[in-house]
């Protein structure tokens, strides 16, 4: 269905033409998220085609903030664009001048490219190229990830984190200037009783989700208990202490990477991928990024060879610290990854246990947010608080990361 854009946007779409050198085109605008794609925004499909040069034509995405005023008051939508925009625009061009000036070839490159962006308060949107085209898909959410995949994102996380600390550690000055702007959009520079009392209500509802998977089994109960208590000091304190803190990617889950095949016939075995939506992006410990990521989305045979994905980790980032040219004292030893694993992990399980629901229900059961708003109620309340035709298929899966979390004694 072709949509109308504001006149705003359109001066967007028609300023990124004129860049790329188009003079006399047509422009195709067609919705293309479906409820439940993304909860900060509307998905738009841009297609720009030179009419006098069938062969020329431009295939973007571009993805706008919602407008709801209620909505807007009661979540970062600005924050979250204005965030991935200073990504876009700010953090991947210094990392890519790192990369250039000292010589790594193990370069970060998995992003979509940028076209432009506008961050006027309720127009804010950001255009990317259109990864479809480029024959990259999503991963079907409602399966446990392979092992192919995972290895392939914990490569691509290598390079990442690798690239940021190793400006961190050569050009500290820089690297301190970048992360100025990196603070977690969803903290407050001051709490109040009322938002003490908030974090104690989402707690109640993360956890209500972990401890009804495994209500059958004591041991994984206790261990989630034990982690539920301590879980104020760990997410207030603790993880502002991480030792190798790196800029981060922050919303790890399944739906925000896609992947390319050589081999169209086989997706076993993807060849590329590209990590999307920046929105959250912070700093932090590597772990909370690696631990999001394979909590909420591996099998649980992947979940068992953790330390196999742990060493391809390392090594990439290893290799991506060395040909920086970092002192090889300064680079994490994997005993050192080992450790902060088990310490800081309990973040992505407690991601797990909110996202799990969103990456196996329904379409038709994702929330309306505006509706949300009105409502008075939060995404985080709203989504552990419902039920979902999945339930069993959720539990399953949330049973099989605690367990293995107290069996290696990471709660």
């Not at 981060?248 to 016939?265: I, Q, R, S, T, V």
């Not at 995404?379 to 949330?398: C, D, H, P, V």
């Amino acid at each position: 269905m072709s949509v109308t854009l504001s006149e705003e946007k359109n001066d967007l779409v028609k300023a990124i033409a004129k860049s790329q050198g188009f003079d006399d085109y047509t422009v195709n605008i067609t919705s293309g998220s479906m409820k439940g794609d993304g909860y900060l925004g509307i998905i738009y499909t841009v297609y720009i085609q030179d009419k006098r040069k069938i062969s020329k034509h431009l295939h973007l995405i571009m993805k706008s903030a919602l407008t709801e005023e209620t909505l807007r008051e009661n979540s970062p939508i600005k924050k979250a664009y204005d965030r991935e925009i200073y990504l876009y625009n700010v953090v991947f061009p210094a990392f890519d001048l790192l990369s250039h000036e000292v010589g790594i070839t193990n370069r970060f490159c998995e992003t979509a490219k940028y076209y432009g962006s506008l961050s006027v308060d309720k127009e804010e949107c950001i255009v990317l190229e259109n990864l479809k085209e480029m024959n990259f898909k999503l991963w079907n959410r409602k399966l446990a990830m392979d092992e192919n995949h995972v290895a392939l994102v914990f490569k691509t996380y290598a390079k990442f984190h690798g690239t940021g600390l190793a400006l961190k550690l050569l050009k500290p000055e820089k690297y301190e200037e970048l992360c100025k702007n990196l603070k977690n959009i969803f903290r407050k520079d001051e709490e109040n009783e009322e938002d003490a009392k908030q974090f104690q209500e989402n707690m109640k509802f993360v956890f209500g989700n972990g401890f009804r998977a495994v209500a059958n089994d004591e041991k994984a109960t206790q261990g989630l208990t034990k982690f539920a208590q301590g879980c104020k000091q760990f997410f207030m304190e603790d993880l502002q202490k991480a030792e190798y803190s790196t800029i981060l990617h922050g919303d790890c889950w399944c739906n925000n990477m896609m992947f390319k095949y050589n081999n169209l016939e086989d997706s076993s075995r993807p060849s590329e991928m590209c990590l999307l939506d920046w929105q959250i992006s912070q700093t932090g410990s590597p772990v909370l990024d690696l631990s999001y990521f394979f909590y909420a989305c591996s099998a649980k045979n992947v979940l068992y060879k953790l330390k196999d994905f742990l060493t391809i980790y390392h090594q990439n980032l290893s290799k991506t610290l060395e040909e920086a040219g970092v002192n090889p004292n300064d680079i994490p030893t994997y005993e050192g990854l080992e450790d902060q694993w088990k310490f800081y992990s309990k973040h992505g399980l407690f991601m797990t246990l909110f996202v799990m629901k969103v990456i196996l229900s329904e379409v038709e059961e994702a929330p309306d947010l505006s509706e949300l708003a009105k409502s008075g109620k939060n995404l985080i309340e709203s989504i552990s608080g419902t039920e979902s035709k999945n339930m069993e298929a959720i539990n399953k899966r949330l049973a099989d990361v605690i367990v293995f979390m107290n069996e290696q004694d990471y709660l």
